[in-house]
Every structure is written in structure tokens, then in C-alpha cells.
């Protein structure tokens, strides 16, 4: 079976420009997380959706991140403009967790890797 | 905010059993406790999940005290292939956010 596949695995970008980085959650599973992984602040939960609905978007550090999922299949997060500070590895993960309570484990996708310049 | 926290790292010899601990005081009432394993380039990867006392399965066990205001993942016989971070995973803190550890970094050595 196929697990959560993220696109792309590297994105090297400079500073101002757009970055988009997309997710494919495992077919069935209903909630969708994305994450941030940085030496200084380890793993963030940024947004999760359930039913590709945003229920808690509080992690999102500013108005230049967005997030999407128009549909069960697909999610992207969205940075606009870029800058270097948003440089880490970003994770999209799944699960069946249909009320975000934490009891159904997350499947995680091996992550996109960003570097701003 | 209160951060969950863990040993940053800890060193092992194959064979041997491993403890880690992780620290959640605010986690939230009706919550499970969730433990990862991260190589590097690779997403976490579920080892084990608990809600009280003990659970097992084939890879560990979790300890969870009465008061749940920690967990502690075993493993029982660690081999060089278990050298990864590990990492919890509860929901709690202000705003009951899901919220990771801070990792610990695991090495076996022979």
C-alpha cells in the first residue's frame, strides 16, 4: 500500500519567492497534519484538516503560510513570499483520527526539505 | 507554556534494554500517549500508543503512572538498527495542541 507521498523531496528557493509543497494522504484516512521539523524548534504542528476541513490552524506562523485541501486526496501548503527563517523540513501526515483526540496513530510522509536562500 | 519534555540523548550497548521517559504535565484529560521513531531523511514512524497503566506490543512497552504526567517506552533488546531520535506525542498545553516532545536521540553501539 501506498503510504503518504510528499512532493517535492528538495526545494532550494530564494528569499521572496512562492514555495508550495504537496501532500497525497493515505486513501481512506480523513485527517490530514502538516508539520514543521527545525533544530531549534523540533516538530510543530502547524494545521490539521478533518474531512478536508482546517479545524485548528493555530500553528501557522504567519499570514504568509496557507493551506489547502480541496479534496481527500490532496493538500498543499503554500508560502508566500518566502524567507530564509522558513528553511526546515516540512511533514504532511494521515490517520483514520476523526476527532484529532491523539488515539489513532499518524502515518507521516518522509517530508519536504526547504531551504530558502 | 509547558513544553513536553525528554532526555536529549542516550547511549546503549546492543542487548540491553532501553528506557525513555517523556514528561507531559498538561496532557489533556481524555488523551493518548504516542511514541515515535524518526531515522534521518525518513518521517516519525509509529512504535506505540497508550492511554494508562501498560500496553505492549511487538517492538516495546509504554509505562504510564496513575497521574499520566509522564510515559516511559522500553525496549527490551536493542540492537544497532534501533540507533534513531524517539519521540513523544500528546495532546495538551495551552490551547490543548497536539504537541511533540523535544526527542531524544538513541544510540546503540555493540
Known amino acids: 500500500d501506498a503510504g503518504v507521498i510528499q512532493s517535492p523531496r528538495h526545494e532550494v528557493t530564494e528569499m521572496g519567492q512562492e514555495v508550495t509543497l504537496r501532500c497525497k494522504p493515505i486513501s481512506g484516512h480523513n485527517s490530514l497534519f502538516w508539520y514543521r521539523q527545525t533544530m531549534m524548534r523540533g516538530l510543530e504542528l502547524l494545521i490539521y484538516?478533518?474531512?478536508?476541513?482546517?479545524?485548528?490552524d493555530s500553528g501557522m506562523p504567519e499570514d504568509r503560510f496557507s493551506a489547502k485541501m480541496p479534496n481527500a486526496s490532496f493538500s498543499t501548503l503554500k508560502i508566500q513570499p518566502s524567507e530564509p527563517r522558513d528553511s526546515a523540513v516540512y511533514f504532511c501526515?494521515?490517520?483514520?483520527?476523526?476527532?484529532?483526540?491523539?488515539?489513532?496513530?499518524?502515518?507521516f510522509g518522509d517530508g519536504t526539505r526547504l531551504s530558502i536562500l | 507554556l509547558a513544553k513536553t519534555t525528554q532526555p536529549i540523548s542516550m547511549d546503549s550497548y546492543e542487548g540491553q534494554e532501553v528506557n525513555i521517559t517523556c514528561s507531559h504535565n498538561n496532557i489533556a484529560t481524555n488523551d493518548y500517549i504516542t511514541w515515535y521513531q524518526q531515522f534521518p531523511s525518513q518521517g516519525p514512524r509509529f512504535i506505540i500508543q497508550?492511554?494508562?497503566t501498560k500496553v505492549t506490543n511487538e517492538v516495546a512497552s509504554l509505562f504510564i503512572p496513575a497521574d499520566r504526567k509522564s510515559s516511559t517506552l522500553s525496549l527490551p533488546r536493542v540492537s544497532l538498527s534501533d540507533t534513531a531520535v524517539y519521540y513523544c506525542?500528546?495532546?495538551?498545553?495551552?490551547?490543548?495542541?497536539?504537541?511533540f516532545g523535544t526527542g531524544t536521540q538513541l544510540k546503540v553501539e555493540l
Open positions: 501526515a494521515s490517520t483514520t483520527d476523526f476527532q484529532g483526540l491523539g488515539n489513532q496513530p499518524q502515518h
Open positions: 497508550g492511554y494508562k
Open positions: 506525542l500528546v495532546r495538551g498545553g495551552g490551547g490543548n495542541k497536539l504537541t
Open positions: 484538516f478533518n474531512n478536508n476541513v482546517p479545524i485548528d
